[in-house]
């Protein structure tokens, strides 16, 4: 994964924020082959805990190990990594540039935003240094480590009622401590008298800490306005949560309140059950969302987002694959497309004739003979050399210029009417005893004109021969453009002819071919041999 500077490449996505939500959707990107820059600047919010629990087969493990397993399975999956702070965002054409650190950029198509939130505790002296030790807030990711022991809930906020009678589900020692402010209700009041849990009113000023306020340390109380001493393991305390939203308001994605249980628990980034936010291409994962997302439901956000990224991308890239194939289609036909074709390539075919051409013509008698689109002249030379009289027309200039130096290479220029035209719109001509179109592939409505047009070509007794590719053929590897509507049977052809003609041959024939993996396969034309009546 890459640490250092990072270049101009555009990211499928661009991940900023590296704890579990963000490294999740990474993981769900990579998977599947996006291009992912994750932008972690090392701060990951669980980072004061020693353990993480209520994580499934990871129940306990240090989040720092958790965050280190994942970052060694992604880089199985190609994700990088910039350590660096995101500092804005902004829109561009091909998606978003963010500006890391005040000077670096990285652009991505996309945005998945999992930069987290703050934990803003009461200005009690002592209670920060403490805070994911014996300084606690969640009874689902703390409460077993601090079962039975003597715990004093801080009311900091509207869930502390509601937080005490949670942890009183794990130890028959919690208090109640007002810190001063208001107390609660006559049927909050009942209600925690009735389950033994004491309410503590005074002022709060600090922590009891014995042997040091380090790893060592231990909190023995808390001290209240006055001098006394409440005896206490452990404190718990409701902390305003403040989602990391710089980034995503510069993209003019403004924080909300977000609410849990009917009360206002701090600000969020407003985002849907997929995590896409009210701007295009940016989504939201993790707490900068959901402020009471626990690791594995952060993760869960994490790969809900990555996946309707992916599913956004698929969208958009399938969009500009409609655009580009309507393109292709609309000018691959043309002449300057084939004359471009030609002049990339020394020589674009084998050299060889086609071997359905040589298979059906090898016995007939030679006469006046019409090469549909004769590319650079091999089954122009090859029949000129069996004495037909050929006219070779194609639409490309280079190619009638390469297939004019064959045929007088061969020997047999003076059997060759070498002609440019475009047989979509110019008239083939009439009378030939052979007309051959071999690969003419066309869309349906300009296919079925032209190969009326060449069978009226045919002259009586002659033969039409055509010879294209099967849409067998789509379904396996050789590697063909795929263009479905272009490809026909022989039977689609033989359709096209009027009365006055027997059908010879109209089949799917078979033949072997390398694709472009090595591996040796078999593929199908489809081949047309008819001939008119005399």
């Not at 704890?19 to 993981?27: D, I, N, Q």
């Not at 803003?120 to 002296?125: F, V």
């Not at 002259?459 to 026909?488: E, I, K, N, Q």
Request: aromatic share 4%; charged share 20%; with cysteine.
């Amino acid at each position: 994964m890459r640490s250092g500077p990072v270049d101009e490449q555009v990211y499928d996505v661009v991940v900023v924020g590296g704890g579990t939500a963000g490294l999740s959707g990474a993981l769900t990107l990579g998977r599947s082959r996006r291009s992912v820059l994750v932008v972690d600047s090392g701060e990951p919010r669980n980072a004061p805990a020693a353990h993480m629990h209520n994580v499934l087969g990871r129940d306990g493990t240090p989040p720092a190990d958790l965050l280190a397993a994942g970052w060694a399975e992604l880089s199985g999956y190609g994700v990088e990594r910039v350590r660096a702070r995101a500092e804005s965002a902004v829109r561009e054409d091909a998606g978003f540039r963010v500006v890391l650190d005040g000077d670096r950029v990285v652009r991505g198509r996309r945005l998945l935003l999992a930069t987290g939130l703050v934990d803003e505790l009461p200005e009690i002296p002592g209670l920060a240094a403490r805070w994911g030790r014996d300084v606690a807030h969640c009874p689902y990711c703390h409460g077993w480590e601090l079962r039975d022991q003597r715990i004093g809930v801080i009311a900091s906020g509207p869930m502390s009622i509601h937080q005490a009678h949670m942890w009183r589900q794990l130890s028959s020692h919690v208090l109640l401590l007002l810190n001063g402010g208001p107390g609660p209700g006559a049927e909050q009041a009942e209600e925690l008298a009735a389950r033994g849990i004491p309410v503590v009113a005074a002022p709060i000023e600090g922590l009891e800490i014995t042997g040091g306020d380090g790893a060592d340390g231990r909190l023995t109380g808390v001290r209240l306005d006055g001098g006394d001493v409440v005896a206490l393991d452990a404190v718990v305390v409701g902390p305003r949560f403040t989602a990391r939203s710089a980034v995503a308001e510069s993209l003019g994605l403004a924080a909300s309140p977000f609410e849990m249980n009917g009360f206002v628990m701090g600000s969020r980034i407003p985002a849907n059950e997929t995590g896409a936010t009210a701007v295009p291409g940016v989504w939201a994962a993790g707490n900068v969302t959901n402020l009471g997302a626990t690791v594995v439901v952060a993760m869960a956000g994490g790969q809900a987002a990555a996946a309707a990224i992916n599913m956004d991308l698929i969208a958009e890239e399938t969009r500009e694959a409609v655009a580009g194939y309507r393109d292709r289609i609309a000018t691959m036909f043309s002449e300057d497309a084939w004359e471009e074709r030609y002049r990339g390539r020394d020589a674009v075919w084998s050299g060889q004739p086609n071997p359905v051409l040589v298979a059906e013509v090898s016995a007939m008698t030679a006469g006046r003979a019409l090469d549909v689109g004769c590319g650079e002249g091999a089954d122009a030379v090859w029949l000129a050399d069996r004495g037909w009289q050929v006219t070779a027309v194609d639409i490309s200039t280079v190619a009638l210029g390469r297939a004019a130096g064959h045929a007088a290479a061969a020997g047999v220029a003076e059997r060759i009417a070498f002609r440019h035209a475009d047989l979509r719109q110019d008239p083939p001509g009439e009378g030939y005893d052979l007309v051959s179109a071999q690969f003419m592939h066309l869309p349906p409505d300009a296919r079925r004109e032209l190969y009326t047009r060449l069978a009226a070509a045919v002259g009586p007794g002659g033969t039409l021969l055509v010879v294209g590719h099967h849409p067998s053929d789509l379904a396996t590897s050789v590697g063909r453009m795929h263009f479905p509507d272009m490809l026909f049977t022989a039977e689609e052809i033989a359709a096209l002819l009027p009365d006055g003609w027997k059908v010879v041959t109209a089949e799917s024939r078979p033949r072997t071919v390398t694709d472009p993996e090595g591996r040796v396969i078999t593929i199908h034309d489809a081949v047309l041999v008819a001939e008119r009546h005399r």
